[in-house]
């Protein structure tokens, strides 16, 4: 029996299943070496019928393997292409590519893209060469904000004043200023964490050097060491903190005490009960008095300043490094005595802030002046007494009245 060599030698015939995005689908039997352009021309023939006619016709189709969503190159074979029996393919057409637009159109797109470019600084210069030129100075809203600190604690200042007045009329204020006072003897900026501290001296470090290091970084542990690690040689490493005067505590605390006791005890009836008010009043101002940040004071020392005028520097600039750093290079104004002047009792502003009636009532919470007398020498605890829900709606009826009249 005779066979014809292609049959011998024919591959594997595959039966494929062809979709259309119209819908139409049906079975191509192709043998596996059949070219994927091939494959191509059989589909446009049973689903397009004289689609061949146009040669482009079939470059502006394309298979789509349905599995893996590959585009089937139209140089390879099925084989190459890794088709399997009963696999699902899909015919779809080619989109069309965009017209090139016509020279007029092209203009048009440029010119509206110029249209919509920023200006750079030669069209600035050039269109604002006939304006009137005014010295803008960058750091104004840095003195305005200055601006608003300095008036702040004037009115700290005079507010404070009011309360103490107001609350001498209390007849509980002197019991409620002693529980106040007491407080103020646990302030926790003058602990120091026991646990941090037991971990340094476990190190081998000193106790006072470790006291030292953790009251400079803020009580971390880890920071205090390398302080310490780093200051091992340092002549200075047990020289006290600037500002800080341990000694002068129990003496000061001492004297308080023999006042407060020597006070009740020369005057009787109303006379009593108001010394013994201010008695407290100037205990609690000697607590509240303003603790310089010791990492600024030594960076700003180190650069040839001396100490009072660190101090001076922080306490006008709120403990902030860089502006006291600038008032010690600039005119050095506000002066620290202007700091102790309370605002013109007859302003607007300071009627303004006397007529509110939620600053009316807080002036007579024995915590108000305490957070007054706080905010006056600490500005940095200002944060923690507008979050208080006592003191917050004063502060905040504060500085409403003073952005709203200083807008007017």
Request: one cysteine or more; proline letters at 7%.
């Amino acid at each position: 029996m005779f066979v014809q060599e292609e049959k011998i030698f024919a591959g594997k015939v595959l039966r494929l299943r062809v979709c259309t995005m119209e819908g139409a689908e049906w079975l191509e039997e192709v043998p596996e070496d059949t070219t994927v352009e091939k494959l191509k021309e059989r589909c446009l023939k049973h689903c397009v019928p004289g689609s061949l006619e146009d040669p482009k016709t079939v470059t502006h189709h394309k298979l789509i393997h349905a599995t893996s969503e590959k585009v089937l190159t139209d140089t390879k074979t099925v084989l190459e292409e890794n088709i399997q029996d009963r696999d699902v393919l899909l015919l779809i057409k080619k989109r069309a590519p965009p017209p090139l637009p016509k020279m007029a159109d092209v203009s048009a797109e440029e010119k509206r893209k110029q249209e919509q470019k920023a200006p750079d600084k030669d069209a600035i210069l050039k269109a604002t060469a006939n304006l009137p030129s005014r010295n803008v100075d960058r750091t104004v809203a840095h003195h305005n904000m200055r601006d608003f600190q300095t008036e702040l604690r004037k009115i700290l200042v005079s507010l404070i004043e009011v309360a103490q007045k107001l609350l001498a009329l209390n007849p509980d204020a002197v019991e409620l200023f002693k529980k106040a006072n007491a407080m103020l003897d646990e302030d926790e900026e003058d602990r120091v964490d026991e646990i941090a501290l037991r971990q340094l001296t476990e190190m081998g470090f000193p106790e006072s050097r470790a006291v030292k290091a953790l009251r400079l970084n803020h009580m971390s542990v880890t920071q205090a060491m390398e302080w310490l690690i780093e200051h091992a040689d340092d002549p200075a490493v047990d020289a006290p903190l600037p500002g800080q005067t341990p000694s002068e505590a129990p003496a000061e605390a001492g004297a308080s005490s023999a006042e407060a006791t020597a006070g009740p005890s020369s005057e009787a009836g109303g006379e009593e009960a108001k010394d013994e008010l201010t008695e407290i009043f100037k205990k609690i101002r000697r607590k509240r008095e303003f603790r310089p940040d010791p990492r600024a004071v030594i960076a700003l020392m180190e650069m040839g300043f001396d100490e009072k005028e660190v101090v001076d520097a922080l306490r006008v600039n709120n403990n902030q490094q860089n502006a006291a750093c600038e008032w010690l290079l600039g005119d050095r104004k506000p002066s620290p005595e202007e700091l102790d002047k309370g605002i013109d009792t007859n302003s607007p502003l300071f009627q303004a802030i006397l007529e509110n009636p939620v600053v009316q009532l807080g002036l007579t919470n024995p915590k108000t002046l305490l957070a007054f007398e706080d905010m006056l020498e600490n500005p940095l605890n200002s944060t923690q007494w507008m979050n208080d829900p006592e003191t917050g709606p004063v502060m905040l009826q504060i500085s409403r009245i003073f952005q709203t009249l200083n807008r007017t």
